[in-house]
């Protein structure tokens, strides 16, 4: 059974700070992706990753950066946080097959 | 660039009718279509998926359609229950080792009892 584990379900932090927001997968997938969601505007592709130390801008990659140490992490962050990046991210992985697996999501409140 | 477009946002049926979500699609090199079912504070899970190669696919009450010439595809849930009511995605990706999925914005749909 694939799992899709992210760290925090709730976070809150200050407008300035830097956040990690990371997500784990236990199915040796080589893609992994980061999308946020927000009312109305369904899942907006932040950044994904088809291999270690690789990285690909998706539609929404202005404010965040992303890290892909090991295959099984890959980590968004914020480097500067601000009120309009408080939204639902949510992390998703995909192998050789079709299926994407997302995580639980974390809910990010930037005050 | 590529780009998803679903319709309604919104959906409202009486249960035990249909309700059919609408999607077009940009990029005509596109090959694979999901559909996933997002309940609320749940994560969105895969519920039907269809290939280019295919016009039609059904799973029990589920079925989806794809018109390639014309770029769009629909889910169709038939009977609906009060466990249909979440919101739906609709995507569209090219098959490959490394590619993006696209997804719509996103029907909320809504059973009556």
């Known amino acids: 059974d694939v799992k899709v584990t992210q760290s925090s379900r709730y976070l809150v932090k200050r407008t300035g700070e830097k956040v990690f927001l990371e997500c784990v997968q236990d199915m040796d997938h080589e893609n992994m992706f980061w999308y946020r969601q927000d009312p109305g505007l369904g899942l907006r592709l932040i950044y994904f990753?088809?291999?270690?130390?690789?990285?690909e801008k998706g539609d929404i990659p202005e404010g965040y950066s992303v890290s892909r140490e090991k295959k099984e992490r890959f980590s968004l962050i914020l480097e500067s946080a601000s009120t309009n990046q408080t939204s639902m991210y949510l992390c998703a992985s995909r192998g050789t097959e079709d299926e994407q697996y997302f995580g639980p999501g974390t809910r990010l409140t930037v005050t | 660039g590529e780009n998803v477009e679903q319709h309604p946002s919104t959906l409202s049926v009486q249960e035990g009718d249909s309700a059919v979500i609408k999607c077009t699609y940009s990029?005509?090199?596109?090959?694979?279509f999901p559909w996933y079912k997002q309940e609320l504070g749940k994560r969105p899970q895969l519920i039907i998926d269809?290939?280019?190669?295919?016009g039609e696919k059904k799973d029990q009450r589920i079925a989806v359609t794809l018109n390639k010439t014309a770029k769009h595809f629909s889910l169709h849930i038939t009977e609906t229950q009060p466990e249909d009511s979440a919101v739906y995605f609709c995507?569209?990706?090219?098959?490959?080792?490394?590619?993006?999925?696209?997804f719509g914005s996103g029907t909320r749909l809504s059973i009556r009892p």
């Open positions: 995507a569209a990706t090219l098959q490959s080792s490394a590619s993006k999925i696209i």
């Open positions: 990753s088809y291999d270690v130390k690789m990285k």
């Open positions: 990029d005509s090199a596109s090959n694979y």
């Open positions: 269809i290939r280019s190669n295919v």
